[in-house]
């Protein structure tokens, strides 16, 4: 079976993340994504994407902020390519908060990552041509 491709141009606004869920939702619905392989995709490129928006293109300097999310399917790997022109920063470097004895001692932070980890394969991430490329893959097995 030859794989798909789909992609999504989004402008990193408030209004971002919200497409990237009801794309991600269209690709789940027509490929039959299994449930936790759906959930843990979706909740991983709403994280990445909400951190990218908030943070990537604080100072304004971008002439032209510009996020494109692709999506492919290997074998048994359901795969999101998220690319930007934000400030350089790799995810993959960052160390999780230590889990606290109750939500009150809880620091605030890197949860999502915690998430992110706990529910895909694999998160790469490389800097090239001024772009983050954040590569999500999550198995349906």
């Known amino acids: 079976m030859p ?5 999504l141009q ?3 606004d408030d209004t971002a993340v919200a497409q990237a869920l009801h794309w991600l939702k269209i690709l789940a619905q027509r490929e039959d ?9 979706t909740l ?10 908030s943070y990537a293109f604080a100072d304004g300097r971008r002439v032209s902020p ?4 692709a999506y492919r399917r290997r074998g048994t790997d359901l795969i999101v390519d998220i690319r930007d022109n934000g400030h350089p ?7 999780a908060p230590e889990l606290a004895d109750s939500l009150d001692e809880s620091e605030e932070g890197g949860h999502g990552l915690r998430l992110m980890r706990h529910y895909l394969k694999d998160i790469r991430y490389q ?4 772009e983050n490329r ?5 198995t349906t097995e």
């Open 3 to 7: 794989a798909l491709h789909d992609t």
């Open 10 to 12: 989004v402008v990193p």
């Open 33 to 41: 994504w299994p449930p936790r392989a759906g959930f843990g995709l």
């Open 44 to 53: 991983s490129v709403d994280e990445a994407l909400t951190n990218i928006v």
């Open 66 to 69: 510009a996020v494109c999310l």
């Open 89 to 95: 920063y790799d995810p993959t470097l960052t160390a």
């Open 127 to 130: 800097r090239m041509r001024g």
């Open 134 to 138: 954040l590569t999500l893959i999550v």
